[in-house]
């Protein structure tokens, strides 16, 4: 075996907790949730030149039984909200939300009675990101900070 | 624009529409006549039937948010022959805002009219199915009112049930 080569006759110890934070931050598939422009830099933010694949997230899943991280990325209308919560409740635990951009963080520019001031009002939002429209790289942040995020807290427990 | 054209189109408006005629405005681009309320469907089929304006471009609601003759309603057309463009306008009353439909002269004022009831309020007689367009048919007040706050009335728009559903 290989590890043997490393090793040698050593060993080490880990936890499950931790092999599993460990593989759960490093493939964190976004559910893209473009409503907006903001969809436009979300594209950019998987395509080559910023390059997701670094972080484990460029696997776009146009389903949410299979995503983790789900990027609204844009301005929510009422009648939309319904539709956006009713992917939220399909996708499975463990799952993260990031708000991105103005409007979806706090409604932006789009002060009015049709758009929904922010989505947190009916998501729980991990991370805002702001800029209108935010730069890939800012993206890449929030998907670093989801990683911190998922790390830092206990990823096994038992069921009550 | 063929101004020769234009002069006219104006003349045969002018001779059909004799005092309904209420305002001109030749000072922007394109002709803008008011006319009154009585009128609109005669002419609107005058124009499209005889003077060839074939297309009804959009239909605009205002609020003008005055004691009389509060809303106005005005008619973008297009003659695609003459290369001609005019704009109708007719002001409805606040207390009982009624027009007559033009869907009978053009189809595609069937979306534009429940678009401008459902911002405005402003009925239309004889359409085939005025119901809201955008908003909830369920929904109580018309945004595009000047009295309507920018922010809309707080529950008056549902939300998503953001509990997961036990039974």
């Known amino acids: 075996m290989s590890l043997d080569r490393v090793m040698g006759e050593g060993y080490f110890t880990t936890t499950i907790d931790a092999l599993t934070k460990w593989g759960r931050a490093n493939s964190v598939w976004p559910m893209p949730m473009g409503l907006a422009c903001c ?79 922010g989505v947190d009002n009916f998501l729980p939002v991990d991370y805002y990101i702001s800029g209108c429209p935010p730069r890939p790289e800012s993206i890449i942040n929030a998907i670093l900070k989801i990683q911190d995020k998922i790390k830092e807290q206990q990823s096994l427990k038992l069921d009550s | ?55 009804l471009n959009e239909i605009i609601g205002t609020d003008r948010f005055t004691s009389e003759d509060r809303f106005e309603v005005i008619y973008h057309l297009i003659s695609l022959r003459d290369r001609q463009r005019i704009f109708v306008k007719v002001y409805v009353d606040e207390e009982d805002p009624l027009l007559p439909t033009v869907n009978d ?18 009925r239309f007689e004889g359409h085939p199915d005025l119901r809201r367009i955008f908003l909830p048919e369920d929904f109580k007040y018309y945004p595009l009112r000047k009295e309507f706050p920018l922010l809309g009335v707080p529950g008056s728009l549902e939300m998503p049930n953001t509990t997961p559903d036990h039974d």
């Open chain 1, 39 to 117: 969809a436009i830099e979300m594209m950019a933010f998987a395509g080559p030149k910023y390059d997701a694949a670094r972080f484990g997230s460029e696997v776009f899943r146009f389903s949410p039984r299979q995503s983790d991280v789900m990027i609204v990325a844009g301005w929510c209308t009422y009648k939309m909200s319904h539709a956006i919560r009713r992917v939220w409740d399909q996708m499975p635990d463990p799952k993260w939300c990031i708000a991105m951009g103005a409007c979806a963080s706090t409604g932006g520019m789009h002060r009015c009675y049709g758009v929904v001031q």
């Open chain 2, 1 to 55: 624009m063929n101004t020769d054209t234009r002069d006219s189109i104006l003349q045969d408006i002018k001779e059909f529409l004799g005092d309904d005629l209420l305002e001109l405005n030749l000072e922007q681009a394109y002709p803008l006549l008011r006319i009154s309320g009585s009128k609109i469907y005669d002419t609107c089929r005058f124009l499209k039937n005889t003077l060839h304006f074939i297309y």
């Open chain 2, 105 to 122: 002269i053009w189809k595609s004022a069937n979306w534009h009219e429940r678009e401008v009831y459902d911002m405005f309020g402003i």
